[in-house]
């Protein structure tokens, strides 16, 4: 349960902020995402108050204490995302215990056994005891220049192919290139000696290729037969009236991220983002739900499954955006496992565990298929736009 609903009702509000960008870049408050930082296509990984979106690899009393992940006994293990991730830029501000140990793992199984061929640590450690200090890939290089830590301090991170740059409390304290780059893998936090903590941990994927063009709509397949109306706008939004209907794309993707922005012409109207489709079939594909509708005023009651969840699969756990307001939307889906941001705010975090099958309303679909934008019933009035995705290398 979300313990404090004031503090996320600002963060539902980053969508008003959304319509103006002149505001200051930093986000106020920790675990929260400034408007730019939203726009710009930042996602936060942990939502200040629990775990959600994390999962333990070993025995350790990870617990959210003042805003902070931290974790104190146990043995020595990684609290890991859900998700796998590719290319992208990482922050996360630390602090651990004097004389403690302990380290960020990049592209990581839930349970690395080697740490120069099958992940990579990011080293937090005095280097008055450890040869590998803080900012250092653990068994692969050394970070240039010793830090005795004290205090907060963050690491901002970007992992593009083999190619890693870490900034420690903004200076470039390591420069690694791997020859032979792992793909993928997950984000682990670390326990191993000694009290640490975690908070602001806020990932941007990159490599992202725009799906719309802002003229017309190259890339995509209409079907006429069907009620909706898709065009672009003079402003090169992507516009659907009417329904029942789809747009589909004509690339096919498995395992990728999706970013897009949405503005619902109308109040509780119903729309969402079909994927890994049959292609050719009428909205035959996992679906991420658009509805901003929620009951009796309490957000985490969605009226429609929420914008975010996955339609008959899991709803979103909070309604985060608003009719008439510009609101971002990401979705991650990398092999059975599926998660959606609104305005950056984790809403979603499923795995299908059916058994495999070509077609998803039947059971787990792990080919490529295609991307389908719903128009849902005759009082459909949506706006899209900066639509774009990357596809998540294999590990």
Known sequence: MIANPLRFARIGLVSLALLAFAQPARAAEPNTLSP???ADGWILLFDGETLFGWRPATQVDWQVVDGAITASEGENGLLYTTGQ???YQLQVDFRCAPGGNSGVFLRTPPMPTDVKTRCYELNIAD????????GSFVERQAADGADRGGGWQTFDVTAE???FLVKLGGRVVLDYRDPAPLGRGY?????????????????????????????????WKTFPDLASVFTVTREGWLNVKNGRGMLESEGQYADFTLQLECFVNGKGLNSGVFFRCIPGDIMNGYECQIHNGYLGGDRT????????????????????????TWFSLTLHVDDRHMAAWVNGY?????????EPNENPRRGLRLEAGTLQIQGHDPTTDFNFRNLRIAEIPQR
Request: include cysteine; hydrophobic fraction near 30%; proline fraction near 5%.
């Open 36 to 38: 730019e930082e939203v």
């Open 161 to 163: 192919g083999g190619h």
């Open 346 to 354: 984790q809403v979603s975090d499923w795995s299908d565990t059916r």
């Open 301 to 324: 009651r969605p009226e429609d499954c929420g914008t975010g969840g996955f339609f008959r699969r899991q709803d979103a756990r909070r309604v985060v955006a608003d009719d008439f």
């Open 187 to 219: 984000i682990g936090l670390q326990f191993n000696t000694g009290k640490i903590e975690f908070r602001n941990i806020k990932l941007k994927p990159l490599g992202m290729k725009r799906l719309l063009n802002g003229r017309d709509l190259a890339g």
């Open 85 to 87: 991730f590719g290319d």
């Open 127 to 134: 280097p008055a005891t450890n040869r590998f200090p803080t």
